[in-house]
């Protein structure tokens, strides 16, 4: 088994409000992961606030719902988008799911602990087995295109430290956007570029959204939901 690492910080502020590691989160495959209510007490203890959540999407009977969530620490602000559908939620209610992911991201951003740990509002099992399809079909799929830009990306994250602007950030997202739209898998096309999709949205979500301007996150996820729903469709007739 792999040995679960959980970080200083982590375990420190832990160590303050009186929760152990075990109490406030559970062992995924060696990644520690944070129970909602355990996030909930640390943001109570801490202080944080939050703004009245700011609906993107949503389609009720769908299912489908995106909010936008602005939090407040100490005189730090940070906002996060919660997205709750039916390939990423199984329960009945859309609406509180997505403010919770939305919320656990802020928290996590405001403490610091973005990047290192993962609240359970964020993994499922179904998100569990579409990310490592995933990686096994990056290594298999991936086309020399791509090779090429991301070792374009590298050399230019490596060779200067001013961050990409929203503009460029957003144009290159919706080009992978698009490329995924476009692969053509030898069985089962819609089905793997939906889980691609999802995949790919979410890894935007942890890195990239946090960056770029509210405007174009709002678009991309318009985008994302249009798409998501076209494959959807062809999925459904597939049956």
């Known amino acids: 088994m792999a040995k679960t690492n959980v970080p200083k910080k982590v375990l420190d502020l832990l160590a303050e409000v009186g929760l152990s590691t075990h109490q406030a989160g559970w062992d995924c495959h060696g990644t520690w992961v944070m129970y909602h209510k355990a996030a909930e007490k640390l943001a109570g203890y801490k202080k944080v ?60 951003k405001l403490l610091g602990f973005h990047g290192d740990v993962y609240t359970d ?72 570029q939906h889980e691609e999709l999802v995949a790919y949205f979410v890894e935007c979500n942890d890195t990239h959204f946090k960056t770029m301007d509210k405007k174009h996150v709002e678009d991309l996820t318009k985008e994302f939901f249009r798409i998501e729903k076209e494959l959807k469709f062809y999925i459904e007739r597939a049956k």
Not at 144 to 167: D, G, H, L, R
């Open 49 to 108: 606030k939050f703004d009245k959540p700011e609906i993107i999407h949503q389609d009720v009977g769908q299912k489908e719902v995106v909010m936008l969530v602005t939090g407040h620490c100490g005189g730090i602000t940070e906002w996060s988008f919660g997205e709750a559908t039916p390939s990423n939620n199984k329960n009945a209610y859309p609406y509180a799911m997505a403010e919770k992911r939305a919320k656990d991201r802020v928290i996590l």
């Open 121 to 192: 509002t964020e993994i499922d099992d179904q998100l569990q087995q579409q990310l490592k399809r995933q990686a096994e079909r990056n290594i298999e799929n991936t086309s020399e295109q791509e090779v090429k830009e991301q070792k374009e990306s590298s050399t230019s994250n490596n060779s200067s430290s001013v961050p990409m602007s929203s503009s460029k950030m957003f144009d290159k997202i919706k080009k992978h956007i698009d490329l995924i739209q476009r692969k053509g898998y030898k069985e089962n096309k819609e089905q793997l």
